[in-house]
C-alpha cells in the first residue's frame, strides 16, 4: 500500500515562480527513500507540503487519508517531521520536557512516555541530554536533540529534513545506525548523499519543482552525468576523490 | 553580553528556576495558583489606612521564599524594573491627604503617608507572591492549572505564546544585533540609518519563526491543551496547602492580628 502519495500538486511561494511543478509519485510502506536536488529545488517545500504547512493544488494522500484540514490531525500524527532548522523544533524548556510533549499529546500515559523517552535517548546515546536546557546546547546536540524528539513519538512515516548536518561523524553514523534499525517508512531530504546510499534504497531527484529522476539509490548516485547535469556531484564514498593537500604543494 | 541577550537569559533562567526542586515546587499547580490569585484579592482589599493589619500579609511571601529555597533577593533583582513603578504608584498621596491620623511622639503622620505605604506594600506584596507563583511553577503547568479552572483555550494559548514569543523576540534583536556589530566594529548602538530595515528585518523573522514554532507544536499534536504539564496532582499536601494557607488569609483580613497579639502584652 502507498504510504505517501502525491498527484499533480503544484505550488508557488509566489506566483510565476513554481517551487512543486506537477509532481506526481508514491512511496510505498516500507521504502526507505532519499531526496536530493541542489539548494532551492524545493525538497523542504515538499516535505511542508505533505503536512498541510503549504496550500497547494493537487491532491496529496498519506496512509490513504487525503491531505486536508479535517484530516491534519491523522496526517500529522502518521507522519513525524524533522524540521531543517532544529531552532524551530524545540519549543519546551528541556530536551525531556521536548520529548514527552509529543507522545503525551498524543493520548499516551505519561508514565509510558517517560518510559518510551528514556528508550529513544538510551538507543540516540542521548542520556547525558536529558535534563539538560535547550537554548544551551551545542548546533550537534540540539540536532539530535531535534531527531530523538521526532523518534520518540514512533511515527508511521519519517520525513527528515537533512537529519545529519551539524553532526559530527560518530554522532552521524549513530544517526545511520538508528535510521537502518527503524524498519518505518522514511523520506529523507539531504545532501549527504554518502548517508543517502547507506540508509535508503530509492532515490528521488528534485530539480525546479520536478523529478528529474527516480529509481534505486545505487544506480542514480553512481550516475555521475545525472548527478552533474542536475548540479549535484558522485557521493564522496563513489568518487574515489583523490584530495589534493594544500600542505603538499 | 549584550543587554537584550541579558533580558533573554534573564526570562530563560525563569524556566530554571520553575524546575528547580523544593517543597513548593512539588505542589499542584492549581494549589498555587488559587492560593496566589486568593493572596492577592485579600491583601489588595485592605482599607488604604489599614497599615498594621496589612503587615502581617507578609507572612505568605516570606514563608513562600523560605519553603521554595529562592532568594528573596532573586525577586527583587528580577522585578527592579518594575518596583521603581510600583513604589511611585502612591506617590502624591501624602500631598493631597494632609489629615493627621496617626502621632508617634511628636511626629503627626497624614493619611497620606499612612495611604502611601499601605499602598505601597501592597503592590510589593503582591508582586512578590505573583513572582514566587512563576518561579515554583512552570508556565505551561499555569496554563493547565488555567486549563482546570475552564478559562477558555484561546486565553490559556494566548497567555503560553506571549511567554514564548517575548524570548524568541528578544533573541532575534540579540542574534541580529550581534551580528550587526560585528560587521560594524566600533559602533554605538545600532546606527540610525539602518534602523528601518533592522526594524522590518526583526518583525519578519521573528514573525517567521513564531509561525515555525507553532506549526512544530501542532505537528506534535497540541490543540490547546496542557495534558503534557500535567503530572503534579492535587496531593493531599496541595489541599493542606491550600486549605490553610486560604484560612489564615481569611482570618488575617477579619482580625487585625498584630492589634490582638500587641493588646495581649498590654
Ligand atoms: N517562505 C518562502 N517565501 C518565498 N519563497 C520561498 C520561501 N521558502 C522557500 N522559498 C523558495 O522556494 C524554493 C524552494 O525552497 P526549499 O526550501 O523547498 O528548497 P530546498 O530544496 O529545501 O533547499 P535546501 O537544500 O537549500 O534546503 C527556493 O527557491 C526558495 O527560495
Ligand atoms: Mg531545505
New binding site residues.
Given amino acids: 500500500m502507498d504510504m505517501i502519495c502525491f498527484e499533480d500538486v503544484t505550488f508557488a511561494?509566489?506566483k510565476e515562480?513554481m517551487?512543486l511543478d506537477h509532481l506526481s509519485f508514491s512511496i510505498k510502506e516500507g521504502e526507505q527513500v532519499g531526496l536530493i536536488?541542489?539548494?532551492?529545488?524545493?525538497?523542504?517545500?515538499?516535505?511542508?507540503a505533505m503536512l498541510g504547512l503549504i496550500s497547494y493544488e493537487g491532491h496529496i494522500y498519506v496512509d490513504g487519508q487525503e491531505v486536508k484540514p479535517q484530516n491534519y490531525a491523522a496526517v500529522r500524527k502518521t507522519l513525524g517531521y524533522v524540521l531543517?532548522d532544529s531552532d524551530n523544533q524545540m519549543f519546551m524548556p528541556t530536551v525531556f520536557e521536548d520529548m514527552i510533549f509529543g507522545p503525551v499529546n498524543y493520548g499516551m500515559s505519561r508514565e509510558e512516555a517517560e518510559e518510551r523517552v528514556e528508550e529513544t535517548l538510551a538507543r540516540m546515546g542521548l542520556l547525558h541530554l536529558k535534563n539538560r536546557h535547550n537554548y544551551k546546547l551545542s548546533g550537534g546536540e540540539k540536532r539530535m536533540a531535534a531527531i530523538a524528539t521526532i523518534l520518540a513519538m514512533e511515527p508511521k512515516g519519517m520525513l527528515m529534513?537533512?537529519p545529519s548536518t551539524a553532526l559530527d561523524p560518530r554522532n552521524r553514523r549513530r544517526l545511520i545506525e538508528v535510521l537502518n534499525e527503524l524498519p518505518v517508512t522514511k523520506l529523507i531530504?539531504t545532501?549527504d548523499l554518502d548517508l543517502v546510499l547507506e540508509t535508503c534504497d530509492r532515490v528521488l531527484l528534485?530539480d525546479d519543482?520536478k523529478i528529474a529522476a527516480d529509481g534505486a539509490a545505487g544506480e542514480i548516485l553512481r550516475d555521475k552525468e545525472l548527478l552533474e547535469r542536475h548540479n549535484l556531484e558522485l557521493p564522496f564514498c563513489l568518487a574515489g576523490v583523490r584530495v589534493k593537500l594544500r600542505s603538499d604543494t | 553580553m549584550n543587554k537584550t541577550e541579558k533580558a533573554l537569559r534573564e526570562i530563560q533562567a525563569m524556566g530554571e528556576l520553575a524546575a528547580m526542586d523544593s517543597p513548593i515546587h512539588r505542589l499542584a499547580p492549581l494549589a498555587k495558583l488559587l492560593v496566589t490569585v486568593a493572596y492577592i484579592f485579600v491583601t489588595v482589599s485592605f482599607s488604604k489606612y489599614d497599615m498594621t493589619g496589612l503587615l502581617i500579609m507578609i507572612l505568605y511571601p516570606v514563608a513562600g521564599y523560605q519553603l521554595s529555597l529562592i532568594p528573596v533577593y532573586t525577586c527583587f533583582y528580577k522585578l527592579r524594573i518594575v518596583l521603581p513603578l510600583v513604589c511611585a504608584v502612591g506617590i502624591f498621596n501624602p500631598f493631597f491627604d494632609r489629615g493627621i491620623v496617626m502621632t508617634l511622639g511628636t511626629v503627626s503622620i497624614s493619611g497620606g503617608v499612612i495611604s502611601m505605604l499601605t499602598l505601597l506594600m501592597k503592590g510589593v506584596f503582591c508582586l512578590m507572591a505573583s513572582f514566587l507563583l512563576v518561579a515554583t511553577t512552570s508556565i505551561e503547568e499555569i496554563c493547565h492549572a488555567l486549563r482546570q479552572l475552564h478559562v477558555p483555550k484561546i486565553l490559556t494559548s494566548l497567555l503560553l505564546l506571549t511567554w514564548r514569543y517575548v524570548s524568541l523576540l528578544l533573541e532575534q534583536v540579540s542574534i541580529m544585533t550581534q551580528s550587526y556589530h560585528l560587521r560594524a566594529p566600533g559602533q554605538k548602538g545600532i546606527h540610525v540609518s539602518a534602523w528601518g530595515s533592522f526594524l522590518g528585518q526583526l518583525i519578519l523573522r521573528s514573525m517567521?519563526r513564531a509561525a515555525a514554532l507553532y506549526e512544530s507544536m501542532e505537528l506534535r499534536g497540541f490543540h490547546g491543551d496542557f495534558y503534557y504539564a500535567g503530572q503534579k496532582k492535587m496531593t493531599a499536601a496541595s489541599w493542606l496547602y491550600m486549605v490553610v494557607w486560604i484560612g489564615l488569609f481569611i482570618l488575617m483580613r477579619a482580625y487585625n492580628l498584630p492589634q490582638i497579639l500587641g493588646s495581649l502584652f498590654v
Fill in positions: 511561494y509566489e515562480n517551487v536536488g541542489a539548494n532551492g529545488a524545493g525538497k523542504s517545500t515538499l516535505m511542508k531543517q529534513d537533512e531530504a545532501h528534485l519543482g | 517567521d
